[in-house]
């Protein structure tokens, strides 16, 4: 059973990776030792590793993603030999997972976290050329097909295909969120008007937050800036303090930037609290995923690991931002503080 970790190869790995290359690609497409180690040396910060970490064994390299920036959004030759640094494309120049572990989900995972690496950060898109047979694997990780590419490489036909990295939003624009927009542009020009910040912005901690009831001082917002959708108005909320959960999967964490890491339970963290009992109709957008399993000492009643379901945004599906707890008082949700947006 494998257990994929992600992280930036290392110089010192580069013929690691091209040992991976050479044996997955035919003859005719692989990389060379020169080209390797010039995309390794431009753009390190676009070489992602995925590693076995399973056994305690030491860390192997089993698969990477490579890629230089281009300004161009189309593929051309140009641009899959040259590294463009005022470039907003990432251009992927291999996808690649050691034939030994292939068709186990492990590129797929790779792919998704790179792409998460990626979502709302300086660059524009991400395209690829692919063979017909790859179509669906990257259209499957959210790529969309651009159609037959120019590029000659190899002996078969290429496809063009390209991922959007800040399309996600549109795709799912509710009328609040429209109204929200007029309303944001029309209020522009008065000032001061306090912006959406995180509450370890706030220099007063947490008692900025929340009245003398405790209860939420500002309305709750998907911490992604290009997404802010509401997810609980005013007065909805007690602040509660209590010990952290493990809501995060350690092998495909959360946008850290994003969501800040929780500590390791009992550690104590602070959260908004609703019910017991609570009703989902409470927010104004949420997303539920199913139930799952995680670790940390329950609050209601008191004991070790419990089921739970995590909240997400459900504009975006940015999360964990919290969890729902069923207790003897009935249902209660949690969202941790510092993983929403407040305005
Ligand atoms: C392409 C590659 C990165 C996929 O990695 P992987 O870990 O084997 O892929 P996954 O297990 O995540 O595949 C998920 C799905 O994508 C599709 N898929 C993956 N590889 C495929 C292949 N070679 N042919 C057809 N479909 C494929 C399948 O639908 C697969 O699901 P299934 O196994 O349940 O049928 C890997 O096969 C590889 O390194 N190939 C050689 C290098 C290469 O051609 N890279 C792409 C350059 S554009
Ligand atoms: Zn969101």
Redesign the pocket.
């Known amino acids: 059973m494998i257990l994929p970790s992600f992280a930036l190869v290392p110089a010192e790995q580069v013929q690691e990776a091209l040992k991976?290359?050479t044996a997955?690609?035919p003859p005719d497409?692989a990389g060379t030792q020169e080209t390797f180690a010039y995309r390794q040396s431009v753009a390190p910060s676009l070489f992602l590793g995925v590693y076995d970490q399973s056994d305690n064994k030491e860390k192997k390299l089993i698969?990477f993603i490579c890629s230089t920036l281009s300004k161009s959004e189309s593929l051309a030759h140009e641009s899959m030999t040259t590294h463009e640094p005022e470039g907003k494309t990432i251009c992927?120049h291999?996808?690649?997972?050691?034939?030994e572990?292939?068709?186990?989900?492990?590129?797929?995972?790779?792919?998704k976290e790179y792409i998460r690496q990626w979502t709302d950060g300086p660059y524009d898109g991400i395209s690829?050329?692919?063979?017909e047979?790859?179509i669906?694997?990257?259209v499957?990780a959210g790529f969309k097909l651009i159609g037959k590419s120019e590029v000659v490489h190899g002996s078969k036909p290429w496809f063009e295909l390209r991922y959007s990295l800040h399309s996600r939003i549109p795709d799912t624009v509710t009328q609040r969120r429209i109204l929200e927009v007029l309303r944001e542009q029309s209020n522009q020009s008065e000032l001061p008007r306090p912006g959406k910040k995180l509450a370890s912005y706030f220099q007063g901690g947490a008692s900025e937050l929340s009245d003398e009831q405790g209860l939420n001082k500002l309305r709750l917002y998907c911490p992604r800036i290009p997404c802010r959708s509401v997810i609980l108005l005013e007065k909805s909320a007690t602040l509660g303090k209590r010990s952290s959960i493990m809501i995060d999967n350690p092998h495909n964490l959360p946008p850290l930037d994003l969501l800040p890491h929780l500590p390791t339970p009992p550690e104590p963290i602070s959260a908004w609290k609703i019910g017991p009992p609570a009703n989902p109709m409470i927010f104004e957008n949420i997303g539920f995923s199913k139930t799952l399993p995680v670790d940390g000492p329950r609050d209601d009643p008191p004991g070790g690991s419990r089921l739970v379901k995590l909240l997400t945004c459900a504009e975006c599906d940015l999360g964990p931002l919290g969890w729902v707890e069923e207790g003897s008082g009935g249902t209660t949700y949690w969202l941790v503080i510092n993983r929403v947006g407040y305005m």
């Not at 690829?128 to 063979?131: C, N, S």
């Open positions: 991976i290359e997955a690609y497409e698969g992927i291999s996808v690649c997972v050691d034939p572990h292939q068709r186990q989900k492990i590129g797929s995972a790779l792919l690829l050329i692919a063979h047979e790859l669906k694997f990257y499957a």
